[in-house]
């Protein structure tokens, strides 16, 4: 009577859930398979399907894998009622099923919210949300999740974006507007960024305070608002920490500790960035900025720019590459300096060689703070011995 009551029970918390085809197909072990059920527990689209898990399931489902020792096969540890739970027939061919196994999509759901792009913005620019939302559809918008430890490999987890697009409330535009406003007329001013012209300096708390309040009545999905205020001619703005010269370095996006991020499409984007504009990465094509269109057809022009921009927040902010997270810390660094060189006779420092004496000097400098000794070494390669040394120069 106890196990029927714990198959029943089992039954209706995994009704959605199926891992067994109609055929009789071998028994799939491991860590693969075991990462694949887990997922399913946890991530609302596991198997392609929109399933409902509960929370005593899930805590069913972690004691039973805190249970079992390292190395040995869950599955083999699942009781026939378990078994028989998990077997429930969703109708999936054994490809299907092997598919969804190895294939896990996770659906992230992205808000873009419009801030001034009903004709009451800069350039009176109207983008109807429903457009902005055609275009987002079309992106190829997987990306691959790959661990990197113990060697590169491609995980089973595919994120899957699923954006909302959506106006702002009413209001946001305009008070978006006045905060810009105050700020533009109590605030410094500053040219080193703009030799020609004045540039007005706003705060970023001034405007994102109020995007705060905004997100604080959202339903907690990741939220990116695209702003273009009214136009503030004859000023031109940007923003910075403080909003005086002497601050951080300016700019027209801002990412917040919660989950949200705004871009203001109307704010001067200072050019910094490698090349002729000094030093950073900000350039032309960074942000989208409505000077840069014509005006008979900027609404249609804009758009594929502002999908593209929300689609690089997204792989920054909501699901970004492995390599952008911590660290790890080594005692000992060392840097190899790789030369592609067409001769034996090495280039002389200075003539496209690094000063390798100078660059060691100055990171032992900032390694010794924290217990780190930096060794600096020249390699030297011939095109001639290396054919993906001619590969790499020549594209």
């Known amino acids: 009577m106890q196990q029927q009551h714990e198959q029943t029970s089992l039954k209706r918390q995994l009704e959605p859930l199926h891992v067994r085809s109609r055929h009789r197909w071998p028994a799939i072990t491991g860590a693969r398979l075991v990462a694949a059920l887990l997922v399913c ?29 390292l190395g040995i096969d869950y599955l083999g540890q699942l009781t026939d009622s378990q078994r028989t739970a998990w077997s429930h027939d969703i109708g999936y061919t054994i490809n299907q099923t092997l598919q969804a196994l190895t294939e896990v999509k996770v659906e992230i759901i992205v808000n873009v919210k419009l801030v001034g792009f009903g004709g009451d913005g800069n350039e009176a620019l109207h983008i ?84 705060d309040e905004d997100f604080s009545h959202s339903d907690g999905s990741y939220t990116i608002y695209l702003l273009n205020p009214p136009a503030h001619a004859p000023y031109a703005y940007t923003y910075n920490e403080q909003g005086n010269a002497t601050d951080s370095c300016p700019g027209s996006l801002y990412v917040s500790s919660k989950r949200y991020a705004w871009f203001d499409i109307s704010a001067n984007l200072t050019f910094y960035g490698p090349g002729p504009g000094g030093k950073g990465q900000v350039f032309a094509h960074s942000t989208p900025i409505l000077q840069h269109y014509k005006q008979d057809s900027m ?10 921009l929300v689609w690089s927040a997204c792989q920054h902010l909501i699901w970004p ?30 003539n496209g060689r690094v000063d390798v004496a100078e660059l060691q000097a100055q990171l032992s400098s900032i390694g ?3 217990g780190q000794s930096v060794s600096v070494m020249e390699h030297f390669v011939l095109f001639a011995e290396c054919d993906h040394c001619v590969t790499a120069y020549a594209g």
Not at 44 to 67: D, I, N, T
């Open 321 to 350: 590459p492995l390599h952008h997270s911590k660290l790890s810390y080594n005692k000992n660094l060392e840097i190899h300096i790789v030369y592609m060189v067409d001769a034996l006779q090495r280039p002389r420092p200075g």
């Open 41 to 69: 527990l946890l991530l609302p689209s596991a198997l392609g399907a929109h399933v409902q898990v509960s929370r005593s399931m899930r805590e069913q489902m972690r004691r039973f894998v805190s249970k079992v020792p």
């Open 299 to 308: 609404a249609q022009a804009v758009l594929p720019d502002l999908v593209a």
């Open 128 to 211: 109807a949300d429903h457009d902005l939302q055609l275009y987002l559809r079309t992106l190829h918008n997987q990306l691959d999740t790959v661990a990197l430890h113990p060697s590169p490999e491609h995980m089973l987890i595919k994120p899957e974006f699923i954006f909302r697009v959506m106006p702002a409330y009413y209001e946001l535009a305009p008070r978006v507007a006045a905060a810009i406003n105050q700020a533009i007329n109590t605030g410094q001013t500053t040219n080193a960024f703009t030799p020609d012209y004045q540039l007005h300096l706003v705060p970023y708390h001034e405007v994102d305070k109020i995007i």
């Open 368 to 370: 010794q703070r924290i």
